[in-house]
């Protein structure tokens, strides 16, 4: 598979799971199917943590926030770990960008 390019992403958007992925949780894991391509993800505790908050929409902040507090991780390598995870979940269509309610 070709590398993704990358998407920008900030602290102002918002993301959400996309609706047409059907995932389950193993374990404490998460499983990710995307039907329309016929793949499958696997992701660890932590993914599964961020799958699970992307039931509704949320911003990298919060995401951060809630890893954080969570599993034992510094701010910074959290913000760049889940900024990976979300801009790889973008890229391939298993999450979406969702318009900001004003």
């Known amino acids: 598979m070709p590398p993704l390019s990358p998407i920008q ?3 102002a958007v918002l993301v959400q ?6 995932s389950c949780e193993l374990d404490g ?3 990710l199917l995307d039907p329309q391509a016929g793949l499958y993800f696997g992701l660890n505790d932590v993914g599964a943590a961020i799958w699970s908050m992307l039931a509704s929409p949320c911003r990298l902040g919060d995401l951060c926030g809630s890893i954080v507090s969570r599993f ?5 390598t959290c913000r760049d770990d889940v ?3 979300v801009e790889e979940l973008l890229a391939r269509g298993l999450a ?7």
């Not at 034992?72 to 910074?76: L, R």
């Not at 979406?96 to 004003?102: G, M, S, T």
């Open 96 to 102: 979406v960008f969702v318009a900001a309610r004003e």
């Open 17 to 22: 799971a996309s609706s047409r992925i059907v």
């Open 29 to 31: 894991e998460a499983v």
């Open 72 to 76: 034992d991780v510094d701010d910074d």
């Open 83 to 85: 900024k990976t995870l």
């Open 9 to 11: 992403l900030d602290d």
